[in-house]
């Protein structure tokens, strides 16, 4: 069936569950070469915290109205999650990025979800399931017929990228 006729006979929600990942999809596929030229103009701290001042000023109060508790929003798992799941994955891609092209920061930021099953397994000692373990295993085989066109260099901004990675 069609995707058009597809998504008219969805229901509403799950309409919007599409856009939604639509959307998620575009940002994320724009979002290193629109770093890249922001860059040009700004630093990479500067950018990182501008991009994520402007996220807390739309979710944090979009948080509150839903339910969430002031203090579970600035505690200190809050306070973990933000620095390395945010400050250091941002602030390390907007660095590589000041070296690296766009096409490879995209490349390497492909194997977050190879990277995280490898630390939930080797530090949290969680146990793969096998879907999980496919779901790796097809990620990196897309890597690598990627890579295979052309292997990237690792200079000091690819590596930069790859430890935000991790």
């Given at each position: ?62 948080a509150l109205l839903?339910?969430a508790r002031w ?80 292997v990237p260099a ?13």
């Open positions: 069936m069609p995707q058009c006729i597809m998504v008219s006979v969805l229901g509403r929600s799950r309409r919007m569950a599409l856009v939604a990942l639509w959307l998620a999809v575009v940002i994320w596929a724009t979002t290193f070469v629109v770093s890249q030229g922001a860059l040009t103009h700004v630093g990479p701290g500067f950018l990182t915290a501008a991009r994520f001042a402007v996220a807390a000023v739309i979710l944090v109060p979009w839903r339910g203090r579970d929003l600035v505690g200190r798992s809050a306070q973990v999650c933000g620095l390395t799941g945010v400050a250091l994955y941002y602030g390390l891609q907007n660095i590589g990025l000041l070296t690296a092209d766009a096409g490879t920061a995209a490349l390497l930021q492909a194997a977050l979800p190879v990277a995280t099953v490898v630390l939930a397994a080797w530090w949290l000692r969680e146990h793969i399931t096998r879907r999980e373990l496919g779901g790796t295993l097809l990620t990196v085989l897309g890597i690598l017929l990627v890579v295979g066109m052309g690792l200079g000091i901004g690819e590596l930069a990228i790859l430890a935000g990675v991790v």
